[in-house]
């Protein structure tokens, strides 16, 4: 095998149940390089567009939602709680807070395309007790641009590099 790529394309090719274990992984690791092994699948004939979404979503929705009920935990916590005594004093800190509850939906976008950013934003809006609806409204904008973005993309890449072979 000449890299990595190749590699879980075979094994995949040779066990199709792992599909979506390697595609759920590869997007709580790293969704951009996940959606394009996704779309280099899907060419290949390899995986369906149905069994895609539903792993794809499933996974995102899971995982990251997850991460927004830590983020409230996290407040409860004596931990959390000592750490908002210190930081609630501080103008800079009241007006990121303030910023994050008033333009979530703008900031759900731009961290969803930023590496790492997303996972403290999510955190972040748990911990500063964002309400779960605005919140949740926001998330599925942030995810639908991103991934419809990413997806489409990917898609035309992989099927143009498809026709180069």
Same mark, same amino acid.
């Given at each position: ?49 149905? *069994?895609?979404?539903? /792993? =794809?979503?499933?996974?995102?929705? @899971?995982?990251? $939602?997850? &991460?927004?009920?830590? %983020? ?33 939906? *703008?900031?759900?976008? /731009? =961290?969803?395309?930023?590496?790492? @950013?997303?996972? $403290?934003? &999510?955190?972040?809006? %748990? ?39």
């Amino acid at each position: 095998m000449d890299n990595i790529l190749q590699a879980l394309t075979a094994f995949t090719a040779e066990y199709p149940a792992t599909t979506s274990y390697i595609l759920a992984a590869g997007i709580i690791l790293q969704g951009d390089l996940a959606v394009l092994f996704a779309m280099l699948l899907i060419v290949g004939g390899a995986l369906t567009w149905g *069994k895609f979404f539903s /792993v =794809a979503f499933g996974t995102l929705a @899971v995982g990251e $939602l997850l &991460l927004y009920f830590c %983020g409230r935990l996290i407040r409860s916590t004596r931990f959390g709680w000592r750490w908002y005594k210190r930081m609630k004093t501080s103008p800079r800190v009241q007006y990121y807070s303030y910023y994050i509850t008033q333009n979530l939906t *703008k900031l759900m976008i /731009v =961290a969803r395309f930023l590496v790492g @950013v997303n996972f $403290l934003v &999510l955190l972040l809006a %748990g911990w500063s007790r964002t309400k779960f609806g605005p919140f949740l409204k926001s998330y599925l904008v942030g995810l639908l641009s991103w991934f419809i973005s990413v997806s489409t993309i990917a898609y035309f890449l992989m099927t143009g590099l498809s026709y180069l072979r």
